[in-house]
Nanobody, 122 residues
C-alpha cells in the first residue's frame, strides 16, 4: 500500500501564495498518477491538478494560470504551488495517488492523504 502525507496549508490573504507538499511512502512503484483535489463545505470534491509519471499535467479551468503542479521523483514528493489565491479557493485540499496511467476522477485514486486546510480571507 501507499501512504500520503500533505503539508503546507494555512491562512493567506487574497492575492497571496501557498505551496502544498505531498510525500509518498510504501509501495510507490504502483503509482502512475498523482493529483490534488479540494472540497469546500457543502460542495463536491473536485480535481484541482494532476500529473502523470510521464509529466503530463491537467488543471481545473478555475486554477489555470494560477496553480502549478510538479513532482520530485527522487524525493517521492508532489507539490502544488498556488498563486493569486482567491476566497473561492478556500477548501480542504487532498493529495491522492492512482495506479491508472490517466486518472482525473476521484474513484480512480486508491490512496489519499489526510487533507490540509487552505483558507483565503482578508
Amino acid at each position: 500500500q501507499v501512504q500520503l502525507v500533505e503539508s503546507g496549508g494555512g491562512l493567506v490573504q487574497p492575492g497571496g501564495s501557498l505551496r502544498l507538499s505531498c510525500a509518498a511512502s510504501g509501495s510507490i512503484f504502483s503509482i502512475n498518477a498523482m493529483g490534488w483535489f479540494r472540497q469546500a463545505p457543502g460542495e463536491q470534491r473536485e480535481l484541482v491538478a494532476a500529473i502523470t509519471s510521464g509529466g503530463t499535467t491537467k488543471y481545473a479551468d478555475s486554477v489555470k494560470g494560477r496553480f502549478t503542479i510538479s513532482r520530485d521523483s527522487a524525493k517521492n514528493t508532489v507539490y502544488l504551488q498556488m498563486n493569486s489565491l482567491k476566497p473561492e479557493d478556500t477548501a480542504v485540499y487532498y493529495c491522492a495517488a492512482a495506479g491508472a496511467l490517466v486518472a482525473t476522477m476521484p474513484h480512480e485514486y486508491a490512496y489519499w492523504g489526510q487533507g490540509t486546510q487552505v483558507t483565503v480571507a482578508s
